[in-house]
């Protein structure tokens, strides 16, 4: 079955793209060798960063990884997506621009994490740091993560869930990241399995069916 099924098996074979340390990979990695093993596995690991952290975490967890030459070039990215028979498709930390034709191909089936509460503090430059700097510039009292389909324009895909984080007088821009960080660590491994197991997918009119609810026992997480 090629990669670009519309019928994702079970467990969904599951490919991250990642420029950075991965901890967003590795809760993926560790949520679906967990509790999660029925839905889904991560299956393959690229990154356009021959030395990114996160390709060391795969190999450590015994993944298969690749290097992506050129990120702007669909078919070399496509042709490694379908060689990992990919069902569905998670940027976790990946800084470059998806081409077009990789997102259509995936369209329900990319998703994209974000360390803020979008459509704030997103698009082209807000990444990163700059996210949690524009936040306490404009010093917003609430932050959080979203998960979202990829469409062609950064960050401006449908939502598929968001998890509130407070920012605290006195925070500063270190402290909000590792907040944010440890939502964005437990949000995306249940997003990533709620379309995996598709209860949760992007209807034809472009809008989002099912919800991810943060667990009721949970207050939003903090660190002080
Ligand atoms: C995360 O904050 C993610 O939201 C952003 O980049 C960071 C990646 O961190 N896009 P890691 O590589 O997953 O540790």
């Known amino acids: 079955m090629g990669a670009m099924s519309t019928t994702p098996r079970t467990p969904a074979r599951i490919a991250v793209l990642a420029s950075g340390g991965g901890s967003n990979l590795q809760a ?26 996160a390709l060391d975490r795969a190999r450590a967890a015994g993944i298969t990884t690749a290097v992506i030459r050129d990120p702007r070039n669909s078919d070399d990215v496509l042709a490694l997506l379908e060689t990992a028979n990919t069902d569905v498709l998670v940027l976790a930390g990946y800084l470059k621009l998806v081409p077009a034709a990789v997102v259509r191909a995936f369209r329900g089936r990319i998703l994209n994490v974000h360390p803020a509460l979008l459509p704030s503090f997103g698009g082209p430059g807000m990444y990163g740091r700059h996210i949690h700097e524009a936040v306490l510039e404009h010093g917003v009292t609430l932050t959080g993560v979203t998960v979202h389909f990829v469409d062609e324009v950064f ?9 509130p984080v407070p920012v605290h007088e006195g925070d500063n821009v270190s402290l909000v990241a590792a907040r944010v960080l440890l939502a964005e660590h437990r ?5 990533v399995a709620a379309v995996a197991s598709g209860t949760v997918m992007l209807g034809p009119d472009g809008r989002v069916r099912g919800r991810v609810l943060p667990p009721a026992d949970v207050a939003p997480l903090d660190i002080r």
């Open 28 to 53: 993926l990695i560790d949520y679906f060798a967990g509790e999660a093993a029925s839905v889904g596995a991560i299956t393959f690991v690229a990154s356009d960063r021959e030395r990114a952290g």
């Open 187 to 191: 949000l995306l491994p249940s997003c």
């Open 155 to 163: 960050d401006r895909g449908p939502i598929i869930a968001q998890w």
